[in-house]
């Protein structure tokens, strides 16, 4: 995978000549190419790790060079179980839609007046639930 062969528009073209589309492998080398480009090896179950979150991002639809450097960050902060969120991230703060503290506030606001108005079973059980964790508890 380190020696990934090179990307064009429609797909990654394999050295039989084929054409196919770019998959978590060809993220998993471009990754590790980098990172031997910053003078440090990735271990094999590092590889494995951040592998399983490119799959998943790359089937969702993210631009392979968003998953490529989600990879890198993931790897060069020690959080490779975090690939997607960290992709889901960066898509998010380049589309200038990431939410401040204020913002988190106001989003929470509305969620909770949804909640107390919807009439499904679930968000009964939940208000439920809450109203049971409210309640004083006796001490022993």
């Known amino acids: 995978m380190e020696q990934h ?3 064009i528009q429609n797909g990654i073209v394999r050295k039989s000549g084929q054409v196919t589309p770019f998959n978590a492998g060809d993220a998993v080398g471009a990754a590790v190419d980098v990172c031997a480009d910053m003078g440090f090896p990735v271990a094999p179950s590092v590889k494995a790790r951040i592998g399983k979150g490119a799959k998943g991002l790359i089937d969702a639809g993210f631009d392979p060079q968003v998953v490529t450097s989600a990879m890198v960050v993931a790897i060069r902060t020690g959080w490779f179980g975090s690939v997607e969120t960290i992709a889901q991230e960066m898509v998010v703060a380049g589309s200038g839609s990431r939410i401040g503290r204020a913002e988190y506030q106001q989003v929470l606001a509305v969620t909770a007046a949804r909640i107390s108005k919807a009439d499904s079973p679930v968000w009964q059980t939940m208000r439920a ?10 001490i022993q």
């Open 129 to 138: 639930e809450m109203a049971r964790r409210a309640e004083p508890k006796e």
């Open 5 to 7: 062969p090179d990307v």
